[in-house]
C-alpha cells in the first residue's frame, strides 16, 4: 500500500513547530530501528496554511515509485 503520514504544527511559535518536527522524525526512525524495519524515510516541510506548517513522511520506495 502506498501511503505517507502528515504532521500539522502551528505557526504561532516557530519554535515549537520545530520542536515537533523535530520529535515526530526521531520518534519514526527510532520506533522503525527498535523494530528492525527499513528506515529509508523522505520527509519534507511546507506551509500548510495561515496558521499551520505541515511535515510529510513517506517512504523513500514510495516516492521512487510515483516518480517524485
Given at each position: 500500500?502506498?501511503?505517507g503520514?502528515?504532521?500539522?504544527?502551528?505557526?504561532?511559535s516557530k519554535k515549537t513547530a520545530k520542536?515537533?518536527?523535530?520529535?515526530?522524525t526521531t520518534t519514526v526512525t527510532s520506533s522503525l530501528r527498535?523494530?528492525?524495519?527499513?528506515r529509508d524515510i523522505r520527509?519534507?516541510?511546507?506551509?500548510h496554511d495561515k496558521e499551520h506548517y505541515g511535515i510529510v513522511l513517506v517512504?523513500?520506495?514510495v516516492v521512487e515509485e510515483l516518480d517524485f
Open positions: 500500500e502506498k501511503k503520514f502528515k504532521v500539522l504544527m502551528p505557526k504561532a520542536r515537533i518536527g523535530y520529535i515526530v527498535k523494530e528492525n524495519q527499513e520527509y519534507w516541510t511546507y506551509h517512504s523513500s520506495k
